[in-house]
């Protein structure tokens, strides 16, 4: 496929590359409900915020400090620092409080590539702000689901890059071996299970998860890359990168579009179903590491 077609080309879907968030959900119309964007303050999540209000959705967005919630413009704004397990919990009970049923949850929030071992909690930064952060998050949110709700976590082609394990559960400090883009290719991996393990539990309802690619986009996320490597994903970017409006449109195409309504259990890039690496697809690597989650949260304070 030449660069022009990949470019220009729209899957089954009807989207394709190209497609931005404003097109995906034209004429949806998201009155009366309500919709949790985490990371809502920058990048593809405020982009989300923003057509998502567009199309008269009520938006919870969380931010690490409500300040940061509220300036995005959320409906209602929530502090979610994903690498403090009270703060997350203290973000489920308010939305607790609120009372309405979530008729999404878009995981959005993530941190890339940090080039030096950082922990929380004794865990490897990545596998647990991007992870466990919101594994706290939406099985605290679980029963506050619409009958028909979604859940989308935010993967990555990076995913691919996860070690060839594809969870090191002797290693999730990261102590014993610590590569940045495979912490971070290992949390964006776990993000994909726990969509894919979220829609075997979902089986019988009406319920779904999804995880996406976004695809390539120049937002904050690159902060913690070097000089070097910013020039090289700069001049990849120049020939292949997407827009932000074009980076949020495959999340809310899985979060909002009808057409998407009884999908789960799927990997979506460029608004379409995509293939990802097989062993996402193995049920046991994604139990276990809901199982071995479960027991990390229960030993946090
Ligand atoms: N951009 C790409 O090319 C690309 C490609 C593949 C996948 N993705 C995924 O897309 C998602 C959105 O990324 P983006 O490109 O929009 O990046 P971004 O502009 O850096 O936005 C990331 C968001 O996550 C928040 N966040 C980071 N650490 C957090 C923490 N500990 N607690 C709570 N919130 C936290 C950030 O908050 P602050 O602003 O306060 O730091 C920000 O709101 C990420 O999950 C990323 O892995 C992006």
């Given at each position: 496929?030449?660069?022009?077609?990949?470019?220009?080309?729209?899957?089954p879907?009807?989207?394709?590359?190209?497609?931005?968030?404003?097109?995906?959900?034209?004429?949806?119309?998201?009155?009366?409900?309500?919709?949790?964007?985490?990371?809502?303050?920058?990048?593809?999540?405020?982009?989300?915020?923003?057509?998502?209000?567009?199309?008269?959705?009520?938006?919870?967005?969380?931010?690490?400090?409500?300040?940061?919630?509220?300036?995005?413009?959320?409906?209602?704004?929530?502090?979610?620092?994903?690498?403090?397990p009270?703060?997350?919990?203290?973000?489920?009970?308010?939305?607790?409080?609120?009372?309405?049923?979530l008729?999404?949850?878009?995981?959005?929030?993530?941190?890339?590539a940090?080039?030096?071992?950082?922990?929380?909690?004794?865990?490897?930064?990545?596998?647990?702000?991007?992870?466990?952060?919101?594994?706290?998050?939406?099985?605290?949110?679980?029963?506050?689901?619409?009958?028909?709700?979604?859940?989308?976590?935010?993967?990555?082609?990076?995913?691919?890059?996860?070690?060839?394990?594809?969870?090191?559960?002797?290693?999730?400090?990261?102590?014993?071996?610590?590569?940045?883009?495979?912490a971070?290719?290992?949390?964006?991996?776990?993000?994909?299970?726990?969509?894919?393990?979220?829609?075997?539990?979902?089986?019988?309802?009406?319920?779904?998860?999804?995880?996406?690619?976004?695809?390539?986009?120049?937002?904050?996320?690159?902060?913690?890359?070097?000089?070097?490597?910013?020039?090289?994903?700069?001049?990849?970017?120049?020939?292949?990168?997407?827009?932000?409006?074009?980076?949020?449109?495959?999340?809310?195409?899985?979060?909002?579009h009808?057409?998407?309504?009884?999908?789960?259990?799927?990997?979506?890039?460029?608004?379409?179903?995509?293939?990802?690496?097989?062993?996402?697809?193995?049920?046991?690597?994604?139990?276990?590491?809901?199982?071995?989650?479960?027991?990390?949260?229960?030993?946090?304070?």
């Amino acid at each position: 496929m030449s660069l022009y077609e990949l470019f220009t080309s729209k899957g089954p879907s009807g989207f394709g590359y190209a497609s931005t968030a404003e097109q995906v959900t034209e004429g949806v119309s998201l009155e009366g409900k309500t919709i949790l964007v985490t990371g809502c303050n920058s990048g593809l999540g405020l982009e989300s915020l923003r057509v998502l209000k567009l199309r008269g959705a009520r938006v919870v967005g969380t931010a690490r400090t409500v300040d940061k919630a509220r300036a995005a413009g959320s409906s209602v704004p929530l502090a979610c620092e994903l690498s403090d397990p009270a703060s997350v919990r203290a973000c489920v009970e308010s939305v607790r409080r609120d009372g309405v049923r979530l008729d999404a949850i878009l995981c959005n929030a993530g941190i890339m590539a940090l080039p030096k071992l950082a922990q929380a909690h004794g865990f490897e930064l990545q596998f647990f702000t991007n992870h466990i952060g919101h594994f706290i998050l939406v099985t605290g949110l679980l029963d506050l689901l619409a009958d028909d709700g979604r859940v989308v976590m935010l993967s990555s082609a990076a995913h691919q890059m996860a070690p060839k394990a594809g969870i090191e559960f002797d290693n999730l400090s990261g102590e014993k071996r610590y590569g940045s883009w495979r912490a971070y290719g290992q949390s964006k991996f776990a993000n994909l299970l726990f969509a894919k393990e979220l829609a075997r539990r979902f089986v019988g309802t009406k319920h779904v998860a999804n995880a996406v690619h976004p695809g390539v986009i120049s937002t904050n996320l690159s902060r913690h890359l070097h000089a070097g490597i910013s020039v090289i994903v700069g001049l990849v970017g120049w020939v292949g990168q997407k827009s932000v409006p074009q980076g949020a449109a495959t999340q809310l195409y899985a979060a909002v579009h009808p057409a998407t309504a009884t999908t789960s259990g799927h990997y979506f890039a460029d608004c379409n179903v995509a293939k990802n690496r097989p062993d996402a697809d193995d049920p046991a690597i994604a139990k276990r590491l809901w199982e071995v989650s479960e027991e990390i949260v229960a030993r946090l304070a």
